[in-house]
């Protein structure tokens, strides 16, 4: 079962490389670490299950932050008190997204940042991603609101950049009043 201290701190520079495009069929080691991530996001956001194993909670969480340089992600989504959709997205893409902004008005928040962090991650309300799933088969899905910002910010882990390089540390709330909050 994958521990909160598997997955890596923000401090480790792997988070700041690119990760490579996925090549079909998955690995065994794919397989498993997405299965990992799904069982871990989906646990960690389980009150009970998330105090019992100590685990931080999340919605997504990226390849590269469990040091697997590749592009792919997990996201789960609770739409309902223990009801979830669970999403896999490999090499994926943004295809179109709103022109409206949004921000986390709490924060965004990080599986590998262990700190608070103030400021506003400008995000687009909505998108539309385009990926491959497990078995290789192409398809989009849109997201909407926060949805739309765990899509957006995991898809910057595969880029190598963290949502903390997104605020203006001189500025942390700049432009808040162009954005609408969520």
Do not use: W
Not at 23 to 50: G, W
Not at 126 to 152: C, I, N, P, S
Not at 165 to 180: Q, V, Y
Request: glycine share 4%; net charge negative.
């Amino acid at each position: 079962m994958l521990k909160t201290k598997d997955i890596l701190d923000e401090k480790d520079k792997r988070l700041h490389e690119k990760a490579k495009e996925v090549v079909f069929p998955l690995t065994e080691k794919d397989k498993k670490a997405i299965n990992d991530m799904i069982e871990y996001l989906t646990n960690s956001q389980i009150d009970e299950l998330a105090e019992k194993y100590d685990l931080r909670p999340g919605m997504g969480m990226a390849a590269v932050q469990l040091g697997i340089m590749k592009r792919y992600y997990v996201v789960v989504h609770e739409y309902e008190p223990h009801k979830f959709h669970t999403y896999v997205l490999i090499n994926p893409e943004i295809v179109s997204n709103s022109s409206e902004k949004i921000y986390v008005e709490e924060g965004e928040g990080c599986l590998s940042v262990n700190r608070e962090v103030d400021g506003i991650v400008p995000r687009y309300a909505r998108v539309t991603m385009h990926a491959y799933d497990m078995d290789g088969k192409e398809f989009t899905v849109r997201g909407r609101e926060d949805l739309a910002v765990v899509f957006q910010h995991e898809l910057d882990h595969l880029n190598g950049i963290m949502f903390t390089d997104h605020i203006d540390p001189k500025h942390p709330f700049k432009d808040k009043d162009k954005m609408r909050p969520i």
